[in-house]
C-alpha cells in the first residue's frame, strides 16, 4: 500500500489528481482478506500477456458484434492513443474518444470529462 500513490502517479498526467481521497478509494481491496494472493497470481499475467490470449490477436476484435466506445488520454504512455486508433479500426461501428491533456487514467484525472464522454457514447449507442 505503500507504493500506491508513486505507482497511481506514472499513470497519471495530472499528477496532482492522485489525491488522498482516490488513495483511500483505491486502498479499500487491498484490505479484503486474500487480496495480496490474488493480486499475486494476477500480476504475472499483467507483465507478460500470455501470448495465445484472444487479447492479442486483431482478428478476435473484427470479430466483435456490439457497440464498443473506446474512451482514451492523449497522454496515455501505458496504453498510448495509437492502440485506441488501432481498436477502433479493427471494431466495427466503435467509435474512439480521445481526451486532450488526460493520462491513462482519465476518470480520475478529469471525472467531468470522462463522464461527458461516456455519456457521449452511450447516447450514440
Not at 6 to 30: C, I, N, R, S, V
Not at 67 to 72: A, F, L, N, Q
Not at 110 to 117: E, G, L, S, T
Request: proline share 9%; glycine share 6%; charged share 20%.
Amino acid at each position: 500500500r505503500l507504493a500506491l500513490k508513486p505507482l497511481l502517479k506514472m499513470f497519471l498526467h495530472k499528477k496532482g489528481a492522485a489525491t488522498p481521497e482516490y488513495l483511500d478509494l483505491l486502498k479499500q481491496p487491498m484490505a479484503l482478506e486474500g487480496t495480496t494472493s490474488e493480486l499475486a497470481k494476477w500480476l504475472p499475467t499483467l507483465l507478460v500477456p500470455p501470448q495465445d490470449a484472444l487479447s492479442t490477436r486483431p482478428e478476435a476484435y473484427a470479430k466483435i458484434d456490439l457497440p464498443v466506445g473506446i474512451i482514451c488520454g492523449a497522454e496515455d504512455t501505458a496504453t498510448p492513443v495509437a492502440q485506441g486508433e488501432e481498436l477502433n479500426q479493427l471494431i466495427s461501428g466503435s467509435r474512439l474518444i480521445v481526451l486532450e491533456g488526460l493520462g491513462h487514467i482519465p476518470q480520475i484525472e478529469d471525472a467531468p470529462a470522462f463522464q461527458k464522454a461516456l455519456l457521449d457514447l452511450l447516447d450514440d449507442f
